[in-house]
């Protein structure tokens, strides 16, 4: 008696129409169920075949990779696949692989009809996943990474994947062949990698996996490619391209290393064109990877230290020219003509934004405190990253409750709201302050489609106008039409507007115009450390 296969024949019968057994060379040593059904050819008639020959061409690829992820994980299930006999095609097929501890050499492989597919993207606690390729997306893939490289060592090494023009071939199928092209990829990255699920998708045909060290990359390229080519109907498919990054772990904290790994992948995120070479990209990382753990440390001592400065820049009252409060900016190496938003940029991308922000709300509440007397208000911002730590909303509210006054004095104002990833968790971050008194302003609105769903979602006290949306509202013949129709929807909403970029007399009186309540801009100054030198150099004409 086999054990093995009776085992296997006896757990999965009641889950699958088809049963195969493949030796080490994948023949087809045992079948048995529905086979002269499904495929017009009875188990006597598969034995000794190869297998990949039953398998649909276009499905080679994706099965040859499942086996070798079932070789890594001891199963794989859950997978659409095609297979062909005396009468053509089947329908897609539920595809379940598993290996036997004493058989090891064997793969037990099971089809299923109409089979009950979970999705690849199915939740998993603290793990975002693709739901078309089942890789690992962002920051999830980011971490992933770090973790694999600290605990394999010597013996695990990153490799970044560029596939130009993959975007553009997938969404050129079917939905049916898009899907399954998506699995395919996903599914040979996934089998390449250490442990069989350690890929993952970073950008736009752009991958990384974790895999063991000397990982033949060439045969992944080739692998990657024929599996485009099977799909395009063209018959060109996508040229892989591959690259392995040297990156040296030794010494560098787990949490830094993340945020290093995250930035330089970006990096590689964000290349395109013709020229791109994901070779060199990777040939380069570790240098980026070390040079960005540098500017990590040199960031988090600045910021530690509290050295930078705080710069003011005034809002007014469109039709009074009365002050309404000032927007505290940060300033760098004493600099307040330099635009801080390369520090700004580095630190949300690396992660150290929510450090940042609380060390920036604790700058301004101590300055409020030297100069309560003058009963000036000011406006602190607050990442839309930041918006979502837990970490940072207690550390907040900790110091808003030990100066209650605070609320009379202090504005936020929400910026990067594309970065907002829960807008239901950013709202009740945006009520627990307004519960306390204080006003929100939501930045950046009419910079993009997705700022209407932001304001529906996201009950505010003000919005700020993007300075882009109001010079652009200026130059288009419907411009003003278009900016009064927002105003409206604002004041119908009970929320104030504050135009920015307001540099001329007439962009001034243009926004005027149009109903916007507050004004910001270079027509009454820059930022500056001292508030009160706005006043004494307002042209007071302008408001007349």
């Given at each position: 008696?086999?054990?093995?296969?009776?085992?296997?024949?006896?757990?999965?019968?009641?889950?699958?129409?088809?049963?195969?057994?493949?030796?080490?060379?994948?023949?087809?040593?045992?079948?048995?169920?529905?086979?002269?059904?499904?495929?017009?050819?009875?188990?006597?008639?598969?034995?000794?075949?190869?297998?990949?020959?039953?398998?649909?061409?276009?499905?080679r690829?994706?099965?040859?990779?499942?086996?070798?992820?079932?070789?890594?994980?001891?199963?794989?299930?859950?997978?659409?696949?095609?297979?062909?006999?005396?009468?053509?095609?089947?329908?897609?097929?539920?595809f379940?692989?598993?290996?036997m501890?004493d058989?090891?050499?064997?793969?037990?492989?099971?089809?299923?009809?109409?089979?009950?597919?979970?999705?690849?993207?199915?939740?998993?606690?603290?793990?975002?996943?693709?739901?078309?390729?089942?890789l690992?997306?962002?920051?999830?893939?980011?971490?992933?990474?770090?973790?694999?490289?600290?605990?394999?060592?010597?013996?695990?090494?990153?490799?970044?994947?560029?596939?130009?023009?993959?975007?553009?071939?997938?969404?050129?199928?079917?939905?049916?062949?898009?899907?399954?092209?998506?699995t395919?990829?996903?599914?040979t990255?996934?089998?390449?990698?250490?442990?069989?699920?350690?890929?993952?998708?970073?950008?736009?045909?752009?991958?990384?996996?974790?895999?063991?060290?000397?990982?033949?990359?060439?045969?992944?390229?080739?692998?990657?490619?024929?599996?485009?080519?099977?799909?395009?109907?063209?018959?060109?498919?996508?040229?892989?391209?591959a690259?392995?990054?040297?990156?040296?772990?030794?010494?560098?904290?787990?949490?830094?290393?993340?945020?290093?790994?995250?930035?330089?992948?970006n990096?590689?995120?964000?290349?395109?064109?013709?020229?791109?070479?994901?070779?060199?990209?990777?040939?380069?990382?570790?240098?980026?990877?070390?040079?960005?753990?540098?500017?990590?440390?040199?960031?988090?001592?600045?910021?530690?230290g509290?050295?930078?400065?705080?710069?003011?820049?005034?809002?007014?009252?469109?039709?009074?020219?009365?002050?309404?409060?000032?927007?505290?900016?940060?300033?760098?190496?004493?600099?307040?003509?330099?635009s801080?938003?390369?520090?700004?940029?580095?630190?949300?991308?690396?992660?150290?934004?929510?450090?940042?922000?609380?060390?920036?709300?604790?700058?301004?509440?101590?300055?409020?405190?030297?100069?309560?007397?003058?009963?000036?208000?000011?406006?602190?911002?607050?990442?839309?990253?930041?918006?979502?730590?837990?970490?940072?909303?207690?550390?907040?509210?900790?110091?808003?409750?030990?100066?209650?006054?605070?609320?009379n004095?202090?504005?936020?104002?929400?910026?990067?709201?594309?970065?907002?990833?829960?807008?239901?968790?950013?709202?009740?971050?945006?009520?627990?302050?307004?519960?306390?008194?204080?006003?929100?302003?939501?930045?950046?609105?009419?910079?993009?489609?997705?700022?209407?769903?932001?304001?529906?979602?996201?009950?505010?006290?003000?919005?700020?106008?993007?300075?882009?949306?109001?010079?652009?509202?200026?130059?288009?013949?419907?411009?003003?039409?278009?900016?009064?129709?927002?105003?409206?929807?604002?004041?119908?909403?009970?929320?104030?507007?504050?135009?920015?970029?307001?540099?001329?007399?007439?962009?001034?009186e243009?926004?005027?115009?149009?109903?916007?309540?507050?004004?910001?801009?270079?027509?009454?100054?820059?930022?500056?450390?001292?508030?009160?030198?706005?006043?004494?150099?307002?042209?007071?004409?302008?408001?007349?």
């Amino acid at each position: 008696m086999n054990t093995a296969r009776d085992r296997f024949v006896a757990f999965a019968f009641c889950w699958a129409d088809i049963l195969i057994e493949l030796d080490p060379q994948q023949r087809i040593s045992f079948a048995v169920g529905a086979t002269k059904a499904l495929l017009g050819l009875g188990p006597e008639g598969l034995i000794g075949r190869n297998f990949m020959d039953i398998v649909s061409p276009k499905d080679r690829v994706l099965v040859d990779q499942l086996l070798h992820m079932t070789a890594k994980k001891g199963r794989i299930d859950n997978v659409k696949v095609k297979l062909q006999g005396a009468k053509g095609l089947t329908a897609p097929l539920g595809f379940a692989g598993y290996v036997m501890p004493d058989l090891k050499d064997h793969f037990f492989l099971a089809f299923r009809t109409q089979a009950h597919l979970t999705e690849k993207g199915e939740a998993e606690q603290g793990v975002a996943r693709d739901k078309g390729t089942g890789l690992l997306t962002g920051d999830s893939f980011s971490q992933l990474a770090v973790e694999k490289l600290k605990a394999a060592g010597p013996n695990a090494e990153l490799t970044l994947v560029n596939l130009p023009g993959f975007e553009a071939l997938a969404d050129s199928l079917d939905e049916e062949e898009r899907e399954h092209l998506l699995t395919t990829v996903g599914t040979t990255l996934r089998a390449n990698s250490l442990g069989g699920d350690s890929a993952g998708e970073v950008g736009e045909g752009k991958f990384g996996i974790v895999a063991e060290k000397g990982m033949d990359v060439a045969a992944l390229e080739a692998k990657l490619t024929e599996a485009t080519k099977a799909f395009d109907p063209t018959g060109k498919g996508v040229v892989a391209q591959a690259g392995t990054v040297e990156v040296d772990i030794a010494g560098v904290d787990e949490a830094d290393l993340a945020k290093g790994l995250v930035y330089t992948i970006n990096h590689f995120k964000e290349q395109v064109g013709d020229a791109f070479n994901v070779k060199d990209i990777a040939a380069n990382m570790n240098k980026l990877v070390q040079e960005t753990v540098e500017s990590l440390n040199k960031f988090r001592n600045l910021v530690g230290g509290n050295d930078f400065q705080v710069a003011f820049h005034p809002i007014f009252d469109a039709r009074t020219g009365a002050v309404h409060h000032y927007e505290a900016l940060v300033r760098f190496n004493g600099n307040f003509e330099e635009s801080p938003y390369k520090y700004i940029t580095f630190a949300e991308e690396t992660g150290l934004i929510t450090e940042f922000d609380i060390a920036m709300a604790r700058k301004c509440v101590d300055w409020l405190r030297k100069n309560r007397a003058d009963k000036v208000s000011i406006a602190v911002n607050i990442s839309g990253m930041s918006v979502g730590n837990d970490q940072y909303s207690k550390q907040l509210h900790a110091m808003l409750d030990a100066d209650t006054w605070l609320s009379n004095f202090l504005v936020f104002e929400i910026t990067e709201s594309a970065r907002v990833a829960d807008l239901a968790q950013a709202n009740n971050f945006v009520q627990a302050l307004r519960k306390k008194g204080f006003h929100v302003c939501l930045d950046d609105f009419g910079a993009g489609a997705a700022s209407f769903q932001y304001l529906s979602v996201l009950e505010v006290d003000v919005v700020k106008l993007d300075g882009s949306a109001v010079k652009n509202a200026q130059a288009a013949p419907k411009g003003r039409a278009f900016l009064k129709a927002l105003t409206t929807l604002c004041k119908t909403m009970d929320v104030e507007t504050i135009a920015e970029m307001v540099d001329t007399k007439e962009g001034l009186e243009f926004v005027r115009d149009c109903g916007v309540e507050y004004v910001q801009g270079f027509l009454f100054g820059k930022p500056d450390p001292d508030p009160w030198s706005f006043i004494k150099k307002l042209d007071r004409r302008l408001f007349a």
